[in-house]
Every structure is written in structure tokens, then in C-alpha cells.
């Protein structure tokens, strides 16, 4: 890490910034806390746009930062390097770990690396109505102690958990208000080893996945279009329902589009070229 690089002025403005894996609702969330007051941050030395917004938080402002999505802090692609410049390079006073709480087996691997690189973080387990179709159970008091950050079960889309949520931030801002903003240290996050085992470790009780999961729609669907003894009759009938709807209506709206193009010709058209 090269502190020498680290760009520390913020106006004593609080810098939140938000990780996690791709797709798992960083951006969702940013601009329900933001209301879509961001802006692109004019950030020297990081090569993508990184969006910016500063809100009030509980009577002060706070600046957050919605980072690209990564699976790993220590990868090597584009958007790995962006991230680990931007951290090593942008002190942060809190760091907010968005994980899909659906698969949070495969995504825990972000909060511990984020514990080993030394920075303040919160957890929020977004998606839970997701989680709560497929029958989901966490114990987040145990996976608070487990993780040794806080954690919230939120859903970014539509609202659930988020007040509480923000006010954990708060707690966790005021926790740390005193010490200074924080680089990562990743020489700390090389030097830890993260096997499978840790990561199972880390989810130990923590969550209770079910045991039969819900079918998808689209494994509805499958079940039935290849059943042995449905399957065929299902695709005559399908081809049946397409060849009514072109008779029914594809071929009466070619009619009224031939009519309607005729009355163009001979009314608008034609008058004008004579
Ligand atoms: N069901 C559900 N979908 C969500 C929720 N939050 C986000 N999504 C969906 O997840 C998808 C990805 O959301 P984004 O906010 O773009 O995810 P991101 O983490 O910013 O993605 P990257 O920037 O590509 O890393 C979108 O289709 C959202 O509608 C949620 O709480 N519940
Ligand atoms: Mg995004």
C-alpha cells in the first residue's frame, strides 16, 4: 500500500463507501439513502466513473460512494484494481458490504476480507424478500459476532429493514467518529488466508437454509413443456394458440394497416402532387 499516495482531504466530511459483489443492489441502495442526488466525482488516479452524493445522516453529512461491483478485494480484473486503488487511495470512515442475502453462502467472503483490510464496515443483507420467498432464516445477532461487524437485513427495492439499517450506520459512524478515516491495508488482507473452511466457519449457525427449495418459474414451466406424457401435447397446443393468434389479429391488423396506408396515399398524398 502506498500511503504516500493517499488523498486525505474530505472537508471532514464522512466518507461511506459501498462494496460488494455485482448485481446485488449497491446502486439500488445508494440512490434510496441519496434520493438520486448523485453525482459523477471527479476522483484523480481512478480510470471509471465512481458516483458521489452527500446526504444528511442523523443531523450531519456524510459523502457515499458506489463502487463497481467485485467478487474478490484481492482479484486482478479492471474492476478488482479500481476498487483497490480507490481504498488504498480515499481514506473511508465506513465501509457498507451489500450482500445478496439469497446467496450469502457464496458472498461472505467480502466481509471478512473487508475485516482483514482493516476498515469499519456494516453489513446489509439486501434482497431479504427474496430471501424470504426461498425460506431464508438468519440469526444475525450470531452472525454480528461471527463476522464482528454489524449486520441488517434489508431490502433496497422496497424499503424493508432500511430505516434501521441507516440508523446502524449512524451508531457505527459515531463509534468511530473519533479515530480518523481509514486506507486499506492490504499488505494485512495478503497475509490472511481465506479457504473454504473459513468461509463455512464464518456462517456456522448463522443461517438456515431450507431444505426442499422452492421451485423457480422457470422449473415450473419445464417440469410441464417436458413432462413425458404432457410434453407433446403441451407443444401442439402451444403451435395451435400462435397460429390462431396470426389469424385472429395478425392477419385483420395487416388488412388495417393496408387500408390505413391506402387512405394516406389517396387522401394526403396524392392531392398534394397534383
Ligand atoms: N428483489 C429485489 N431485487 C433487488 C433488490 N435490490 C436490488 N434489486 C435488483 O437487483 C438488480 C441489480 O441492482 P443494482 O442496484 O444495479 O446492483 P449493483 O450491485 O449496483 O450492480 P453492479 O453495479 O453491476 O455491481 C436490479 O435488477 C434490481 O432491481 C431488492 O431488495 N429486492
Ligand atoms: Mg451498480
Redesign the pocket.
Known amino acids: 500500500m502506498n500511503k504516500r499516495n493517499a488523498v486525505s482531504s474530505n472537508s471532514g466530511i464522512p466518507r461511506i463507501a459501498l462494496i ?11 440512490n434510496r439513502i441519496t434520493k438520486a442526488r448523485a453525482s459523477v466525482g471527479n476522483w484523480p488516479g481512478i480510470t471509471v466513473n465512481v458516483s458521489r452524493a452527500r446526504v444528511p445522516l442523523e443531523g450531519r453529512t456524510v459523502e457515499y460512494v ?1 463502487l ?2 467485485i467478487y474478490n478485494l484481492e482479484g486482478g480484473s479492471e474492476d478488482e484494481a479500481v476498487v483497490n486503488r480507490f481504498l488504498t487511495r480515499y481514506p473511508v470512515d465506513l465501509v457498507i458490504i ?1 450482500i445478496n442475502a439469497a446467496q450469502i453462502e457464496r458472498q461472505v467472503l467480502m466481509p471478512l476480507q473487508v475485516k482483514a483490510l482493516g476498515l469499519p464496515a456494516v453489513v446489509m443483507l ?5 430471501a424470504h420467498k426461498l425460506g431464508i432464516k438468519f440469526d444475525l445477532a450470531r452472525l454480528e459476532v461471527s463476522l464482528g461487524m454489524p449486520v441488517a437485513l ?5 424499503g424493508q429493514g432500511f430505516d434501521g439499517a441507516m440508523q446502524q450506520v449512524s451508531e457505527r459512524l459515531n463509534t468511530d467518529f473519533e479515530s480518523k478515516p481509514v486506507l486499506a491495508d492490504y499488505d494485512s488482507l495478503y497475509r490472511t488466508l481465506m479457504t473454504e473452511q473459513t468461509l463455512d466457519e464464518a456462517l456456522e449457525g448463522c443461517v438456515t437454509l431450507p431444505e426442499v427449495w422452492p421451485k423457480t418459474l422457470t422449473e415450473k414451466l419445464d417440469q410441464l413443456f417436458l413432462h413425458p406424457l404432457l410434453g407433446l401435447p403441451m407443444f401442439f397446443l402451444s403451435m395451435l394458440v400462435i397460429f390462431s393468434l396470426i389469424w385472429e389479429i395478425g392477419l385483420p391488423s395487416q388488412d388495417l394497416v393496408s387500408s390505413g396506408a391506402d387512405w394516406v396515399q389517396v387522401s394526403l398524398l396524392e392531392p398534394g402532387l397534383t
Not at 439486501?126 to 427474496?130: A, F, G, R, S, T
Not at 434489508?154 to 422496497?158: D, G, L, T
Open positions: 460488494g459483489q455485482p448485481n446485488t443492489g449497491k446502486s439500488m441502495l445508494f458506489d463497481p461491483g451489500v439486501n434482497m431479504c424478500d427474496e434489508i431490502s433496497a427495492k422496497y
